[in-house]
């Protein structure tokens, strides 16, 4: 059967796309080790995804052999954590070719960035009262990945300091707070270049949630334009439709394509693989219809690209 091409257009279907282009796996801060990730996006009805983990594509090479098996189209992406006027924001690589050029430097980098900073938000946790706070953040990773800020969260919650996660970000490693350590990332310039090198598409990931004012939003959107990036994400998970709306406006102002991410993380929370809000009527073309994506809108070409890849990386 063939693969169902994705709309060249939003047209404010109410129906949620096949497509989601923001999830992570245990390659980095997911619970789903990324072949049981591909699996889950099938069982759930999607027919085009990205892989996106924080700062690697360690998780491609095994995601894209299962996508071939299961008959859904992939592209390799990655995540870069970068500094903007004192904000932690995230870019979204969209990365037909994988990782070359400057890409691969800056990933290497990153990697020891992670490094340096989970040591450094340890020792603000145990200021806090959490004790021993790497080794309980190594023990809830459950694997030797580069630790990020939901480990030391679920570190927390495990000894008993927080209810939960959100409460755990809310007072120890939000935007802020003692665990957001952020003086280790490239400025936001540098990591979109490192995805134009590559041969990728540069996506500003969630720009609703950072809690900026709108013309805060728009300086970040400007500087994300002048820096080469091509894309934010329109839609990332659940928001409210009037702000998907505002913000769909500013990025036609800017001639900034589209994407759609859950920005999944594990099951059983208010997320999964393809569930976000509707895309609404919009002229703001979709990200896959940037020539560096041709023919991952159809399917079948970007998903061997991705096979031929994922063997060529091994």
């Given amino acids: 059967m063939p693969m169902p091409s994705l709309p060249a257009r939003f047209e404010g279907e109410p129906e949620p796309l096949s497509v989601d282009l923001h999830m992570h796996s245990t390659a980095s801060d997911g619970a ?8 889950l996006c099938k069982a759930r ?21 299962a996508a071939g098996r299961e008959g859904l189209a992939l592209i390799p992406g990655t995540e870069l954590s970068t500094r903007w006027r004192g904000h932690n924001i995230h870019v979204v690589g969209l990365l037909p070719e994988g990782a070359r050029g400057a890409l691969v430097q800056g990933l290497a980098a990153q ?18 009262g959490l004790a021993d706070a790497l080794a309980r953040a190594r023990e809830e990773a459950g694997s030797e990945r580069p630790l990020g800020r939901p480990d030391f ?12 996660i959100a409460t755990a970000f809310k007072k120890h490693l939000g935007d802020g707070k003692a665990g957001d350590v952020k003086s280790h990332w490239p400025e936001l310039g540098e ?31 400007d500087a994300f334009r002048e820096a080469g990036g091509q894309a934010a994400e329109l839609v990332s998970g659940f928001q409210n439709p009037d702000a998907t709306r505002d913000l769909a406006r500013q990025l036609q102002e800017r001639e900034l394509l589209a994407s759609v991410g859950s920005d999944f993380h594990f099951p059983g929370g208010h997320l999964a693989p393809g569930s976000m809000s509707p895309v ?6 979709p990200v896959w219809t940037h020539p560096r994506l041709a023919g991952f809108a159809g399917g079948p070409a970007e998903a061997d690209a ?5 063997s060529h990386d091994r």
């Avoid at 990697?111 to 806090?128: D, F, G, S, W």
Wanted: proline share 5%; charged share 20%.
């Fill in 153 to 164: 969260a679920r570190a927390l919650v495990a000894a008993g300091l927080v209810p939960d």
């Fill in 32 to 39: 789903l080790a990324p072949a049981a990730l591909v699996a």
């Fill in 191 to 221: 990591a979109v270049a490192w995805v134009l090198d590559a041969g990728g598409v540069a996506v500003l990931a969630h720009p609703l949630r950072h809690g900026l004012t709108r013309r805060k939003r728009g300086l970040l959107l």
């Fill in 306 to 310: 991705a096979r031929a890849l994922a």
């Fill in 45 to 65: 009805g999607l027919t085009h995804m990205a892989l996106t983990d924080h700062d690697t594509l360690a998780g491609v090479a095994e995601a894209a052999a």
């Fill in 280 to 285: 609404p009527r919009t002229a703001t073309p």
């Fill in 111 to 128: 990697a020891e960035a992670r490094e340096q900073r989970a040591h450094k938000i340890a020792e603000r946790l145990e200021k806090v």
